[in-house]
């Protein structure tokens, strides 16, 4: 069983340029979440989808962030421009949302860094 | 809103010894209550999780964590640890009466294990 699935899984680029992460969730899941994890930060919850629809995007750090779910198998992070600070791994996870307490799965994330 | 804390950012461990994860939560509502575990450069997997029931809840690898709602605690402890234990566990919440809602993530607690 495949499981989420990101894209790439480094990528180093420069300062100024355009980054896009890219996500799979699991097959049938309908609840989709990105997060970023750094040393001085930990976990932190950028945006999260339910049935594609976008339900809290607070931990959005600012507009050069966005994120998009176009249909339920796919999912895109795109900064523009980014930036130093913006180095980071960024994790994709997905869940099958009925009822609560549902076990959310990771991908392998992304490992971004900006030069 | 909830907060998670966890108390000791690194537990230094000898093989075979026990070991116990501090993490204590904050919130105005009930929770469901969750330990990850993530091993160097991979993504985040699920230890276990309370949802109701017993307190004591038991996981993968010979782990278990004890809820204390009186203490707000949710404390993870493994009797006897091995060196491949060694990886950074993050403790993480959800509001009950909200389904397909995200994660609330500690800052996680690096447990290393030596011979």
């Known amino acids: 069983d495949a499981g989420v699935i990101q894209s790439p899984r480094h990528e180093v680029t420069e300062m100024g340029q355009e980054v896009t992460l890219r996500c799979k969730p699991i097959?049938?899941?309908?609840?989709l979440f990105w997060y970023r994890q750094t040393m001085m930060r930990g976990l932190e919850l950028l945006i999260y989808f339910n049935n594609n629809v976008p339900i809290d995007d607070s931990g959005m750090p600012e507009d050069r962030f966005s994120a998009k779910m176009p249909n339920a198998s796919f999912s895109t992070l795109k900064i523009q421009p980014s930036e130093p600070r913006d180095s980071a791994v960024y994790f994709c996870a997905s869940s099958f949302a009925q009822g609560t307490g549902n076990t959310i799965y990771f991908g392998e994330g992304s490992w971004l860094t900006v030069v | 809103a909830q907060s998670v804390t966890q108390l000791d950012s690194q537990v230094p461990v000898f093989e075979e010894a026990p070991v116990e994860l501090r993490c204590n939560y904050s919130s105005s509502v009930s929770v469901y209550l969750f330990w990850y575990v993530q091993y160097p450069n991979q993504g985040l997997q699920l230890l276990l999780k309370y949802l109701s029931g017993s307190t004591l809840v038991k996981g993968i690898n010979g782990f278990e964590a004890e809820f204390n709602k009186s203490q707000t605690s949710f404390h993870l402890r493994k009797p006897s640890v091995h060196i491949s234990d060694t990886a950074e566990y993050f403790c993480?919440?959800?509001?009950?009466?909200?389904?397909?809602?995200?994660?609330?993530f500690g800052k996680g607690t690096t447990l290393s294990v030596s011979s």
């Open positions: 993480a919440v959800s509001p009950l009466s909200q389904a397909g809602t995200a994660l609330i």
């Open positions: 097959s049938g899941h309908n609840s």
